[in-house]
């Protein structure tokens, strides 16, 4: 990763707030994630707010949700908001950026995290509706985060978005067509994305690796899926990655480390 501007762990000044450790970045940055209810998404919002930054997250859970804001204010002083909304709704999405928009003015991060794997079936298997809505929710689902948050960058020229792909973004694999599909045509939209935003932002596609969350478990079982990394372990690799970018890795195709190895498929 090329030297960042900015704040990164080492810079950051730690704080206690009612016994809860809370890290206080020294540059707070509004950071966006679609889907925080659980998962990845969920790690990272916690983590983020942890070293001071402010959360704007959204999922489809209102139970998840609600206990995550929980979890949010106990732990950290900001004002986080979340969201009770799909990422396929292109009008739900203008609605949440509106809202972000007369609250923050900008926003700093987009992480597109929301996404959905397919039943492990081969492609004749598939029912269309399946395949449709991992088309809807991976692909068009960042398409709306984009559509209306980018402009939120635009006034200042100043932003990282972090389009969450996979190994299944970069080879093929059995069982996976829908999800592979998806996940492909995230690094055909960052790589054209990227050549349209002006120099200051910076879109890249992110790896995460293997790591055992419902998804994992839902494609690999219970048993497998339990070997790999855990959300908290995965997350003090990736925040640091995410908040350490700049505009030198503009379109670039990244992997978190550490991703683990998958098994044979
Ligand atoms: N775990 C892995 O090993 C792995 C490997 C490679 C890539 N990834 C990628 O990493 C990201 C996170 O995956 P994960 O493992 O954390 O998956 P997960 O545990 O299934 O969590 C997915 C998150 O996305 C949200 N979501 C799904 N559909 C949504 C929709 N239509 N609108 C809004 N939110 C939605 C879910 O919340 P609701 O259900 O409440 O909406 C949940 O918070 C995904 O992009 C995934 O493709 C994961």
């Not at 959204?58 to 990422?87: A, T």
């Not at 690796?209 to 079982?221: A, E, K, P, R, Y």
């Amino acid at each position: 990763m090329a030297s960042t501007k900015n704040s990164s762990k080492d810079e950051e000044l730690q704080e206690t707030n009612g016994g809860v450790e809370v890290i206080e970045a020294e540059t707070t940055k509004t950071i966006v994630i679609s889907g925080v209810s659980k998962g990845l998404g969920r790690a990272l919002a916690l983590e983020l707010a942890k070293r001071g930054h402010t959360i704007i997250g959204c999922g489809r859970d209102k139970i998840n949700l609600d206990s995550l804001q929980l979890q949010l204010s106990n732990s950290s002083p900001r004002n986080h908001l979340l969201f009770n909304l799909d990422v396929k709704s292109n009008e739900s999405v203008r609605e949440m950026a509106h809202t972000v928009r007369k609250k923050f003015g900008s926003i700093d991060i987009i992480v597109n995290n929301a996404a959905l794997v397919n039943a492990s079936l081969k492609l004749w298997e598939i029912p269309s509706e399946m395949f449709d809505n991992v088309i809807d929710i991976n692909i068009k689902g960042t398409a709306n985060m984009l559509r209306h948050f980018i402009p939120l960058m635009l006034p200042k020229n100043e932003g990282i978005i972090v389009n969450m792909s996979s190994l299944f973004g970069r080879i093929g694999a059995p069982h996976a067509s829908p999800y592979c599909s998806s996940k492909w045509a995230i690094e055909g939209l960052s790589k054209s994305v990227a050549k349209e935003v002006p120099n200051g932002i910076t879109i890249v596609t992110l790896d995460p690796g293997v790591i055992n969350t419902d998804m994992c478990v839902s494609f690999l079982g219970h048993h497998l899926a339990s070997q790999y990394q855990s959300p908290q372990e995965w997350v003090v690799k990736a925040a640091p990655m995410i908040l350490n970018l700049t505009t030198a890795d503009n379109g670039a195709t990244l992997i978190v480390p550490d991703p683990g190895v998958l098994p044979d498929l």
